[in-house]
C-alpha cells in the first residue's frame, strides 16, 4: 500500500502502472470510512487490475456555516480499511495542495446541479465537480465509482465526465445500510441515541414509498406526501420525485426516478434515496 500525497507523484505512480498495461479503478472518498465506501473499493479492485482510493476532506464544498472544520477525520483507520480492500494506493492531498493561495478555476455542471440538494447547499456541486476533475487528472483512472447514495451527486459526475470528454467510466453503485435500514454515512457519527433512532424514518418512509411504487402508484405528489407523512419526527429539507438521469422534477412515474429525500436530524444533514426503474 502506497500512500501519496502530490498529484505529480500520484500521476507518476498511475503512468508506471499504465505503461505496464494495467487498469486502475478509483474512488474518491473525503474518510471516515464505513462499509459503504468499501463496498465501492471491492467493486474498483474486482472490476481492475489496481484500485486507487482518495481521502480528502474538500473544502470548496463546504459553506462557511457547514460542517468542513468538525468533519470527521480518521486517518490511519481509513488506511487499514483501505488496505484490506486490496487497495494498492491512497491518494492523500493537501488541502494548500489541492488550492494554493490564487487557485481561481471551477467547473460548473448545469441543469443537473439544479434543485435537491443544491437549494440549500448553492455552492455544493461546484466544489464536488472541481475536485473529482483534479482527482481524476491526478489519478488518471479507467473506471470510477460512485454510491447511489449521493444520487445527484453521482447524476452530475456522469453528466460531467460525458461532456468533457474524460474517458472515465463512472459507475454507480448500490446503498449500502445498516441492518434497520439507515443509510450508511460519514455523518451518522454525529447521531446521538435519540436522533440516531429518529433518522431510521427517512429510510422507513422511503421503503414505504416502494412498497407503493411496486403495488402501481405512479403520482409523484401521492408518493411525495406519503414520505413527508412518515418524516413527521424530523426537520424536512426536501422530498422529490425525479428523472434518474436528469435530476429534473416528475410529476409521474413514467421512467426511471429517483425518489430523494433530505433532512436535518439533529446535528446531521441526512439524504437517502430509492431508484425506481419500470
Ligand atoms: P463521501 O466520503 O461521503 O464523500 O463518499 C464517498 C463515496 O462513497 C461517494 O461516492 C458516496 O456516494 C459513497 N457512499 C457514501 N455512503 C455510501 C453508502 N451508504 N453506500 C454506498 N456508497 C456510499
Not at 503512468?15 to 479503478?25: A, D, E, N, S, V
Not at 482510493?53 to 488506511?79: H, L, M, W
Amino acid at each position: 500500500m502506497e500512500i501519496i500525497e502530490t498529484a505529480e507523484a500520484m500521476r507518476a505512480w498511475s503512468f508506471r502502472q499504465k505503461r505496464l498495461g494495467k487498469t486502475i479503478g478509483f474512488v474518491p472518498t473525503m474518510g471516515a470510512l464505513h462499509e459503504g465506501h468499501i463496498s465501492l473499493m471491492r467493486a474498483a479492485v474486482q472490476g481492475n487490475d489496481l484500485g486507487v482510493a482518495s481521502i480528502f476532506v474538500n473544502p470548496t464544498q463546504f459553506a462557511p456555516n457547514e460542517d468542513f472544520s468538525k468533519y470527521p477525520r480518521t486517518f490511519e483507520g481509513d488506511v487499514r480499511m483501505c488496505t484490506e480492500a486490496g487497495i494498492q494506493a491512497i491518494y492523500a492531498p493537501t488541502g494548500d495542495s489541492m488550492y494554493p493561495a490564487g487557485y481561481s478555476t471551477y467547473v460548473t455542471v448545469e441543469n443537473v446541479s439544479e434543485g435537491l440538494c443544491s437549494r440549500t447547499r448553492p455552492h455544493f456541486f461546484r466544489g464536488v465537480a472541481t475536485v473529482v476533475t483534479k482527482l481524476f487528472n491526478a489519478v488518471l483512472p479507467d473506471r470510477a465509482y460512485f454510491g447511489q447514495k449521493d444520487a445527484q451527486q453521482c447524476a452530475v459526475i456522469k453528466r460531467m465526465a460525458r461532456d468533457l470528454d474524460m474517458g472515465i467510466d463512472i459507475i454507480e453503485m448500490p446503498i449500502i445500510r445498516e441492518p434497520d435500514g439507515l443509510a450508511m454515512s460519514s455523518r451518522n457519527r454525529y447521531l446521538g441515541p435519540e436522533d440516531r433512532q429518529r433518522a431510521l424514518c427517512l429510510s422507513r418512509s422511503l421503503f414505504q414509498a416502494e412498497k407503493m411504487l411496486q403495488a402501481g402508484e405512479r403520482s409523484a405528489a401521492v408518493l411525495i406526501q406519503a414520505v413527508r407523512e412518515g418524516m413527521d419526527a424530523v426537520n424536512i429539507d426536501y422530498v422529490e420525485l425525479v428523472d434518474a438521469d436528469s435530476m429534473q422534477p416528475v410529476d409521474r412515474v413514467e421512467q426511471p426516478v429517483v425518489l430523494a429525500v433530505a433532512a436535518l436530524v439533529g446535528p446531521a444533514r441526512l439524504i437517502d434515496n430509492i431508484k425506481y426503474i419500470l
